[in-house]
């Protein structure tokens, strides 16, 4: 494959081409309720004005050949869980089956692993999503778990896969 595929800030020009790719039904089924449906302007606006806020950078967008293809990022954990990172990710469908998720997923982690002292990364999939569970498998994540009858989305309750990646040896306090 000899496209291009990185991760940037998110930028004020990102509005439009993010609004397009993330009001989508198919998308919205596969992510947290907290991404709004349908998702409109000042949806979008208020995404990336948060993002830009960040200090370190936790969410970044999704460059495929110089056009917007999705959204990656990680989210710090806290207190006893100190040493994990939960990632969350989607890639508007014109996209899909081309790579681009598995490819941004790799680039997230070595992210993580250069600037945040974390030793577990950890993501939670739809029990249906099973194009998300092949992104992560072929970066190294394992299924630790499966809980059963944990979310609720679209009125039904499922099951949450969560897919772990260990990271390095760091054991620091």
Not at 3 to 22: C, G, M, N, V
Not at 53 to 63: C, D, E, T, V, Y
Not at 106 to 114: S, T
Not at 130 to 142: C, P, T
Request: proline residues 4%.
């Amino acid at each position: 494959m000899n496209s291009e595929i990185y991760l940037r800030p998110w930028k004020k020009e990102d509005i439009s081409p993010l609004t397009l790719i993330a009001n989508n039904r198919h998308i919205w089924n596969n992510v947290r309720d907290s991404l709004p449906h349908p998702y409109k302007l000042k949806d979008a606006e208020a995404w990336i004005s948060h993002c830009r806020r960040q200090k370190p950078q936790l969410n970044f967008a999704i460059i495929y050949n110089e056009r917007l293809a999705g959204s990656i990022g990680c989210t710090p954990q806290t207190d006893i869980h100190r040493k994990s990172m939960e990632i969350g990710y989607f890639v508007g469908e014109p996209f899909w089956n081309k790579g681009i998720a598995g490819r941004a997923v790799r680039i997230l982690l070595n992210y993580i692993e250069k600037e945040f002292d974390v030793v577990r990364v950890f993501a939670e999939v739809f029990e249906f999503n099973k194009a998300s569970m092949r992104v992560l498998h072929k970066n190294g994540f394992y299924l630790e778990n499966i809980r059963r009858k944990a979310v609720i989305k679209n009125n039904r309750i499922m099951d949450d896969y969560v897919w772990v990646k260990l990271l390095g040896r760091k054991n620091s306090n």
